[in-house]
Every structure is written in structure tokens, then in C-alpha cells.
């Protein structure tokens, strides 16, 4: 029995995103990614809710999904403007559709939360892409003690929910290195590499390549350190499938070491 999912209203199918974030300044700066993201925002349909998944909400051993009816904004980082620090984005939680989410996967146990609420990777985009704070959202968190394939296929349950109004935002990037960041330099070329063989296999829906990311070796270390903002990108895999179309957007780098690609699928 899904007794949350089943209240949910059905609507046409919601696209899915993957967004790459990158700094958290592009939350307040007016720039070629922010402008995008706005861009995007005004072409999406109105979801009923968001799920976001996003590189900034890290578990090990527990997959939760924050059930709160007014999630608080995260200032999770240092060394930033107090402008950016002032930043809120208040829009209401999406307790009955965060449920729904919490039955349909059978997978694993996910637990419900009421203490995270929105980090800089949920709210940093969302202000772009729906800056009236108008839509209710809520966050799944990456369990980092999961193999790449298992996020896949919990993603994979969780895809019933665009057809119930759920827009997917999943918020990380593409490449990620902060130790090798560059201020005005070009891209590395182990950079490069990783997101157009990452660009390609998605535009080929070659899904077995992402998962398997990690047969490229040196590249994919070089271009993740850490797997946190590479995960996200498996859950808007996961919830996509050959009906859907594919839209790059935000397609660059920032700092030589962080891809900036982003898509829609819908």
C-alpha cells in the first residue's frame, strides 16, 4: 500500500534536472550560470513539489528525507560576503509528498528527517530557478556508504513521482575538484575529458557508463576526489527514460576544475 503516494494528485509528466551548482556565490551573483538557471526556471512547468538531491547533504549508513513543513535555510560554507550569508529562501516543505517518497522505495530504508532542511546546493539553484520561494521542497539525503548502482536504483523508484507533480532537481557537478581550482585558467585536460566522455555517454542514454564511471581510473579521481557532487547526477538518470528528450544547458567550466553542464530531460 502507498497511502501518501496514492493522495497525490496526478499531472502530466514533470521534466528532471541535473544542475551543476558550483559556488555558492552564484546563489547572489548576477553571471552567465545564474542567468541561465533563471532562464531554465521560466520555462519549466509549476511543479506541486521538488524533491532535491543534492551533493551537500551527505549520510553514511541511512538514507533520509526531510519531512519538515518549513525547512530552514542552510548557510553550509566559510569565507563568503555577509551578503551571502543574508540569503534566505523560504519556501514551505512538502511533508505528505517527502512520505509518498519515503514508501515507494523499497530498496532500502529511508528514514524521515525533520533537522536538515535546505543546504547551498538546494537553495542556491532554487532561488534561480523559482525565486518566488513558492513551491514546496523538500531534500533526500546521499548515503555515501552506497555504491554508484545503488543510488541508481533507488532513484529508480522514486520515478512514479513525476507523474504526481514532483519536479527532480538533482544539484551537484559534473566535475568537481576544488583542490585544483584555477582562477582564470582553461580547463584541465583530464577535465575536459571526463565530461565529454560523461556528456556523451547520456546523450547515447548509456547509463551502465556513468554508473561505471570509475573504469576510467586516474580521470575520474582526478575529476572526483570525493563522489558527492557526481551522485546527484544518478538520480536524474534514474528517474528519466528513453521517452524523455535531453537540453544542455550551462554547458562550461568555472575555475578550470568544475563543470558547470547542466541538462533537463522531460
Not at 516543505?93 to 524521515?112: C, D, K, S, W
Request: charged share 20%; hydrophobic share 45%.
Amino acid at each position: 500500500m502507498h497511502a501518501a503516494f496514492d493522495t497525490l494528485r496526478s499531472t502530466p509528466r514533470m521534466p528532471a534536472l541535473f544542475v551543476g551548482h558550483g559556488s555558492p556565490m552564484n546563489a547572489i551573483e548576477d553571471n552567465a550560470w545564474s542567468r541561465q538557471w533563471r532562464a531554465v526556471g521560466e520555462q519549466l512547468p509549476m511543479p506541486n513539489a521538488i524533491l532535491c538531491v543534492s551533493a551537500h547533504w551527505m549520510t553514511r549508513g541511512a538514507t533520509l528525507a526531510d519531512v519538515s513543513a518549513q525547512p530552514r535555510t542552510i548557510h553550509d560554507f566559510g569565507g563568503f560576503p555577509a551578503a551571502l550569508y543574508a540569503q534566505q529562501y523560504p519556501a514551505p516543505g512538502a511533508p505528505q509528498v517527502a512520505a509518498a517518497a519515503i514508501e515507494l522505495v523499497r530498496a532500502t530504508h529511508v528514514e524521515a528527517d525533520t533537522q536538515w532542511g535546505l543546504d547551498h546546493g538546494a537553495w542556491s539553484v532554487l532561488m534561480h530557478l523559482f525565486p518566488r520561494a513558492d513551491v514546496p521542497v523538500f531534500q533526500l539525503s546521499l548515503d555515501l556508504a552506497r555504491s554508484t548502482q545503488a543510488h541508481f536504483d533507488l532513484a529508480r523508484e522514486l520515478k512514479a513521482l513525476r507523474e504526481k507533480g514532483v519536479l527532480v532537481v538533482a544539484s551537484g557537478n559534473l566535475v568537481h575538484n576544488l583542490r585544483a581550482l584555477a582562477p582564470g585558467a582553461a580547463p584541465y585536460d583530464w577535465a575536459l575529458e571526463f565530461d565529454a566522455r560523461m556528456s556523451d555517454a547520456i546523450e547515447r542514454r548509456d547509463v551502465p557508463s556513468v554508473i561505471d564511471a570509475d573504469r576510467l581510473g586516474a580521470i575520474t579521481h582526478l575529476a572526483h576526489p570525493t563522489p558527492e557532487h557526481f551522485l546527484p547526477l544518478l538520480y536524474t538518470l534514474g528517474v528519466a527514460d528513453a521517452a524523455d528528450e535531453l537540453r544542455w544547458f550551462n554547458e562550461g567550466f568555472d575555475l578550470a576544475s568544475i563543470s558547470m553542464r547542466s541538462f533537463v530531460l522531460s
